[in-house]
Nanobody, 115 residues
Framework: QVQLVESGGGLVQAGGSLRLSCTASGTIFGRSVMGWYRQAPGRQRELVATATSGGMTNYADSVKGRFTISRDNAKNTVYLQMNSLKPEDTAVYYC?????????WGQGTQVTVSS
């Protein structure tokens, strides 16, 4: 079983920055994908960014050039650096880990960007 704990959300003005962190604990295997989804009110959950244990990353078009995902495999932690934030980035951000045993999710952290 895997537990994910997120931190770093909050309220920021448009153009500002936030850094999200997510640490996994429990049974963690060497190969995995960690990443972030987000869900705004009334909208479906959408992919934001992913990072493999081998260092490959992927981003939604809406965040390319503004967000950077990174991970520390030794700490089982994934980060999301969010710059140039826009009001449309407002959402609950969920961390996840995908291993061969399945997918686990964090509880979510609120990010609110004011205009």
């Amino acid at each position: 079983q895997v537990q994910l704990v997120e931190s770093g959300g909050g309220l920021v003005q448009a153009g500002g920055s936030l850094r999200l962190s997510c640490t996994a604990s429990g049974t963690i295997f060497g190969r995995s994908v960690m990443g972030w989804y987000r869900q705004a009110p009334g909208r479906q959950r959408e992919l934001v960014a992913t990072a493999t244990s081998g260092g490959m990353t992927n981003y939604a078009d809406s965040v390319k050039g503004r967000f950077t995902i990174s991970r520390d495999n030794a700490k089982n932690t994934v980060y999301l650096q969010m710059n140039s934030l826009k009001p449309e980035d407002t959402a609950v951000y969920y961390c996840y880990i995908n291993q061969y045993t399945g997918v686990s999710w964090g509880q979510g952290t609120q990010v609110t960007v004011s205009s």
